[in-house]
């Protein structure tokens, strides 16, 4: 690069070198000419040097690797018209090129989670889990209204000697609107009355219409993992709104039968959420199922108290939830709760559960969850307890 353009350049960005960190490059000793101004363009972002630590100041530059570096200047505002005028084909081409690129790097984003848990349990049925599950998420933006969901998940068993572990894609699916209607489909998750019926994966296609008040229709198939449940088809409706610091919602869902064993189960379900601001909330869900449970139940309910909330971008926020429990073991099909609340299949359970949460530092969350139940399938009512804890990085 010319004496004059390495002087002008930094000039044109109001040069103080002095007040910048040393220079980064290997072949501009602090005796050069060049030094002040090779400092100020690099801390700027205006070069950027080659691979090897080296600035190549004695090397001829190509018109688009000038152009480049005109192209940076400019970005930062420097007045650099008669280089623009000079090299306007190179950067008109440059422009086209880097948007391309910023386009498509843009098109897929990557994210994370690890998270171990540590879970104890105790009463009638006893022993421990330790187990580490790490995520990635994948987001792939199809074009302006679709885009690509995928997620590959890796399970250990931290209590096996040989350290089992497993990793499978666990989702795959495209989320996309069709005029004013929201679609998802492919293996996705499913969540159904706060997860207190439902709350696992399944291969299938969601429909939503609305905003403040939303219908939701779905239809698919239970996953391999959980279709030894007995069912083989899961399809339902729900409708929920917000009618000022009130969230209600109600809907039914049904479950086929697959070896007619289990018998079809349609489930109704109706709930309300009242948030007295935005760190505390008071909930209820009444469930109904048309089939008996092996205890002769077939309805119960949940009630849910939450104070606070640990956000994971929030260190030192914190937040505490209570929920007490009373269901058929036919309107729990795949609960979402962490704790033990079933010995069989189709089991009914009724009791509490306490939890707390912090954020230790930002995008990580601790939590600790404590749950006494009762089996009701059972004469004597066997109890079930337990001491979830976990720690959750997400990047």
């Not at 049925?125 to 209204?145: A, E």
């Not at 209607?181 to 969540?191: P, Y």
């Not at 030894?228 to 086929?256: M, P, Q, V």
Request: hydrophobic share 35%; charged share 25%; aromatic share 12%.
């Amino acid at each position: 690069m010319k004496k004059s353009l390495v002087l002008a350049m930094a000039m044109a960005l109001g040069v103080t070198a002095s007040a910048y960190a040393a220079n980064p490059f290997s072949d501009v000793p602090a005796g050069h000419w060049a030094y002040d101004s090779v400092n100020k363009l690099a801390a700027a972002g205006i070069v950027d040097g080659y691979g090897n630590g080296t600035f190549g100041g004695d090397r001829l530059m190509t018109r688009y690797e000038m152009a480049q570096i005109v192209a940076k200047a400019m970005a930062k505002g420097a007045n650099v018209d008669r280089l623009a005028a000079e090299f306007a084909d190179e950067l008109d081409s440059l422009g086209v090129r880097v948007a391309a690129l910023e386009k498509k790097s843009d098109n897929v984003k990557i994210t994370g989670q690890v998270r171990y848990d540590y879970t104890d349990y105790s009463g009638d049925i006893d022993g421990y889990r330790s187990k580490l599950r790490s995520r990635i998420f994948i987001n792939g933006q199809i074009n302006d209204d679709w885009k690509y969901v995928g997620m590959l998940q890796n399970d250990e068993n931290m209590v096996d000697n040989d350290k089992s572990e497993k990793t499978d894609f666990q989702r795959a699916y495209v989320v996309g609107k069709i005029g004013g209607m929201g679609v998802s489909a492919g293996r996705q998750n499913l969540n159904i009355a706060d997860g207190n019926i439902y709350d696992t994966r399944y291969d299938g296609v969601n429909l939503t219409y609305g905003k403040d008040v939303k219908l939701e229709g779905f239809y698919g198939k239970p996953t391999n993992a959980y279709s030894d449940f007995g069912y083989s088809e899961i399809y339902g409706a729900r409708l929920n709104g917000k009618l000022g610091a009130l969230n209600a919602e109600a809907g039914w869902t049904e479950f086929k039968d697959s070896d007619k064993n289990f018998n079809d189960d349609s489930i109704w379900n109706v709930g309300a959420t009242y948030n007295f601001s935005d760190k505390a909330s008071l909930g209820a869900m009444y469930l109904k199922s048309d089939k008996e449970d092996i205890a002769g139940d077939d309805d119960g309910f949940v009630i849910t108290g939450t104070v606070g909330a640990a956000k994971a971008s929030k260190p030192g926020s914190f937040g505490f939830v209570a929920k007490y429990y009373k269901q058929a073991g036919s309107t729990a099909i795949e609960h979402t709760m962490n704790g033990i609340y079933r010995i069989n299949a189709g089991d009914g359970f009724k009791g509490y559960m306490l939890g707390g949460y912090y954020t230790v530092a930002k995008n990580m969350v601790a939590g600790v969850e404590y749950y006494d139940l009762k089996n009701t399938a059972y004469e004597g009512d066997p109890k079930m307890k337990t001491l979830w804890s976990q720690l959750i990085v997400t990047f």
